[in-house]
């Protein structure tokens, strides 16, 4: 198969979404990076992807092609993006159900399928992700930490975010970077715990109503219920393009644990 050639993954659940970056191929347009699952594949990473076509836990379907320039594993490109940017909703796209009043819905996996597959996928540490070479990895921490720090990259919104109506930001744009610190639950090479920059979505979709706020971004630790032991946390890794042993936070999951789970 050439890199120009196109096929379909098909059945594929949606984990995560990354924060926008900007794209020079489609005159500085925002996408954003998704990994994907699903048992004929593993993990995936598609991008890049407009905002509104997919949300999380979704079943997707999406057309894709191979990339010219990367080289982790399982990762594609959204067939023909360059030219259907306003409209990709024929290569991507989420399946469809009868919900019990007779309307169709998108099909998403429900609370309890949700937990089954990451208590499923979460068996490996970062050492064990990292030294196999993965591109992408889950794992169930036994402690976290979450910081911000200041932004080091520059960018011209930066000094007008309080001058425009930002309907979408890059993560350049924002004063702070949130990170997690974590330990694994399981045997880690690592003695020291591990240091990742957060790139989800949902964390700068917070962030953006306050970015240069740093009472304000803070909050995210609240969000994600960091320290709070009746919440379960997974954490979904994945690595960077230029430098492949470096990994970020996908997404910081977490449940609340409902009675049911705790008399088990």
């Known amino acids: 198969m050439t890199e120009t050639e196109s096929f379909w993954l098909k059945d594929m659940v949606v984990l995560g979404q990354g924060a926008p970056n900007q794209i020079s191929k489609i005159g500085g347009q925002q996408g954003r990076c998704l990994c994907l699952w699903s048992d004929k594949t593993g993990f995936v990473r598609v991008y890049p992807v407009p905002h509104g076509y997919v949300y999380g836990w979704e079943i997707i379907n999406v057309e894709v092609r191979k990339p010219t320039n990367d080289g982790r594993e399982n990762s594609f490109v959204v067939y023909n993006y360059e030219q259907e940017w306003k409209n990709l909703s024929k290569r991507l796209y989420a399946q469809k159900e009868i919900n019990r009043l007779g309307n169709k819905k998108s099909k998403k996996l429900k609370r309890a399928e949700q937990i089954a597959l ?67 639950d399981g045997p880690c090479s690592s003695k020291q715990p591990h240091e990742q920059k957060i790139v989800s979505w949902e964390a700068y979709q917070f962030m953006r109503l306050k970015p240069n706020s740093e009472e304000h971004c803070m909050k995210l630790k609240d969000n994600y219920h960091i320290g709070e032991e009746d919440y379960l946390h997974y954490i979904l890794i994945g690595n960077i393009r230029k430098y492949t042993t470096t990994y970020v936070v996908v997404k910081l999951i977490r449940f609340k644990i409902e009675e049911e789970q705790n008399a088990d």
Not at 154 to 162: G, I, N, P, R, Y
């Open 118 to 184: 990451l208590e499923s996928l979460a068996k490996s540490t970062f050492s064990q992700i990292r030294d196999n070479g993965k591109s992408f990895g889950l794992i169930k921490p036994k402690a976290m930490e979450f910081m911000l720090k200041q932004n080091k990259e520059t960018s011209e919104a930066q000094t007008t975010l309080m001058d425009y109506d930002y309907d979408i930001m890059n993560q350049n744009d924002f004063a702070f970077i949130p990170y997690l610190q974590y330990e694994c």
